[in-house]
T-cell receptor, first 111, second 115 residues
């Protein structure tokens, strides 16, 4: 079983829609969680960190469920510019440091 | 501007011809790492370094070497490239590895083709 799993999609949604992605992780000792955004052939960029209490940044909401070992990303009022691949990243803190990336979920927002 | 700079951005080479991809960051970050990204496989870590003169293997280190002689630089060396090393490579850095400091900043990527 892969350590971090994401549905690759693509998720095809119209502008203005609400869309949610989940990411499951296998290591219960994971400490840090992030969502990165990657545009085609470009570098990943941090979208938001995911905190235990959940956090919101404008149209984006991230949540962590430690009991079920998944994180989620909710995008409200989707824009054309939200079209990208969204990468889930899970870290163990301390010791060897190898952030584990999910394979990404592709989002396509159409007019 | 705070950034991670990789060079070259694009390279076509032949099997066995040694090459180096440079990576430099101007943020005084302790942690630096290299990833390769292949279709369907996502980002996989090759090597990482938690400080000067400290390097460790990631998930896919075979065929690669790195060095960290200075804090700002972390070159990736392919001593004898092979076609299966054709990939998109990213260098990344972060302030540290503890929570709150482990957000990665990536370079723009280096697309390598080995014929």
């Amino acid at each position: 079983r892969k350590e971090v799993e994401q549905d690759p999609g693509p998720f095809n949604v119209p502008e203005g829609a609400t869309v949610a992605f989940n990411c499951t992780y296998s290591n219960s000792a994971s400490q840090s969680f992030f969502w990165y955004r990657q545009d085609c052939r470009k570098e990943p960029k941090l979208l938001m960190s995911v905190y235990s209490s959940g956090n919101e940044d404008g149209r984006f909401t991230a949540q962590l469920n430690r009991a079920s070992q998944y994180i989620s990303l909710l995008i409200r009022d989707s824009k054309l510019s939200d079209s990208a691949t969204y990468l889930c990243v899970v870290n163990l803190s301390g010791g060897s440091y190898i952030p584990t990336f999910g394979r990404g979920t592709s989002l396509i927002v159409h007019p | 501007e705070a950034q991670v700079t990789q060079n070259p951005r694009y390279l076509i080479t032949v099997t066995g011809k040694k090459l180096t991809v440079t990576c430099s960051q101007n943020m005084n970050h302790e942690y630096m790492s290299w990833y390769r990204q292949d279709p369907g496989l996502g980002l996989r870590q090759i090597y990482y370094s938690m400080n000067v003169e400290v390097t460790d293997k990631g998930d896919v280190p075979e065929g690669y070497k790195v060095s960290r002689k200075e804090k700002r630089n972390f070159p990736l060396i392919l001593e004898s490239p092979s076609p299966n090393q054709t990939s998109l490579y990213f260098c990344a850095s972060s302030k540290g590895i503890w929570s709150g400091a482990n957000v990665l900043t990536f370079g723009a990527g280096s697309r390598l083709t080995v014929l």
